[in-house]
């Protein structure tokens, strides 16, 4: 969820002033989640909510913001009827942010994302004044000056992994609030390695998941925007965090090879697995076994990769075969 940070971040440096919308809290039954936010300049949006209606809403308010027609930053709006009955109401927080250099907070989130380092960041708003413009604190461990309480006690659980706690809002004060998000640390992270037809589709369809990809690719004249970008050798390799989920799709044996062998060595990989047929499985595992690598560890690594259930052989259909069994495990 955090990638607006990055989004934020380029509409700084294109000099382009924007609002930050937060679904800060929901009384009723919604698609979307607590902590969604959606970025709204005078000529585009970032991010979405799962209601077009929703939306529409949202990114009017938002202009008002920016033509200086209203100076409300928070607003309460009904969830609509189901039945014939009120389905509840949710809040929205507007953040507005003029043309100047970017907060100090932000451009440290976006080095804490870049770098795979958790930091948690506080969004703080007065439930009670819809004209208080809402701050923004990055934390990078729960002992900071000036945190204490609920939120220190919160702030040090998502530091160590508690996700439950990812974008809980914490009561601080008479009306003061504060919305936690943990960023930086996905709680799943994907190492794509390769840049075949079926990485590209596969990129595609990863951006769209609340996951933390790492690209490893070495064909500079491709661009694909909202991942981690690295160089496709042993040094970058080494760099990936304990957890990762490996998907191997260079197009060339050889280098499959290499890689899955980096992989197996790596025993904290929650996932190692291999594009292929099954006669290509059967070479590559044999080699493996010959350079070394136990027959048990060999036989963690998934090779064909993907769901045996989805059939088709097409770039698009292989990438959602493996994301399929991606988000299986």
């Known amino acids: 969820m955090s990638d607006w940070i990055r989004s934020a971040l380029a509409l700084y440096r294109a000099q382009e002033p924007f609002v930050i919308a937060t679904l800060w809290s929901v009384s009723g039954a919604s698609p979307d989640q607590t902590g969604a936010r959606v970025l709204v300049s005078p000529h ?96 990078a461990k729960h002992d900071q000056p000036g945190l204490s309480g609920a939120v220190a006690t919160a702030t040090g659980k998502l530091l160590h992994g508690n996700h439950n706690l990812n974008n809980e809002i914490i009561n601080t004060g008479p009306t003061e609030q504060i919305l936690l998000e943990k960023i930086g640390e996905s709680s799943h992270s994907i190492a794509v390695v390769g840049d075949s037809r079926v990485t590209h589709h596969l990129l595609q369809q990863l951006r769209l998941l609340p996951v933390n990809v790492c690209w490893l690719t070495d064909n500079n004249a491709t661009e694909e925007a909202g991942f981690t970008r690295r160089n496709m050798n042993d040094a970058s390799f080494s760099m990936l965090r304990k957890n990762t989920r490996v998907v191997v799709a260079t197009g060339d044996h050889d280098k499959d090879f290499h890689f899955c062998k980096l992989a197996l060595n790596q025993p904290d990989f929650s996932y190692i697995g291999c594009l292929g047929s099954t006669k290509k499985a059967q070479v590559i595992k044999a080699r493996l076994i010959s350079h070394g690598i136990p027959e048990a560890r060999v036989n963690d690594l998934r090779m064909p990769i993907g769901l045996a259930c989805i059939v088709g052989k097409q770039p698009e259909i292989v990438a959602a075969s493996i994301v399929g069994q991606l988000l299986s495990l």
């Open 44 to 139: 585009g949006l970032w991010g979405k909510f799962n209601s077009s209606h929703r939306t529409e809403k949202i990114v009017a308010h938002c202009r008002r913001l920016l033509n200086d027609e209203t100076n409300d930053t928070l607003a309460d709006y009904p969830l609509g009827e189901v039945a014939g009955v009120a389905n509840g109401s949710y809040r929205i927080v507007y953040a507005v942010c003029p043309v100047n250099h970017p907060p100090i907070w932000l451009s440290d989130a976006n080095r804490h994302m870049n770098d795979q380092t958790p930091v948690v960041l506080a969004h703080s708003i007065d439930s009670n004044n819809i004209r208080t413009p809402s701050r923004f604190t990055l934390y």
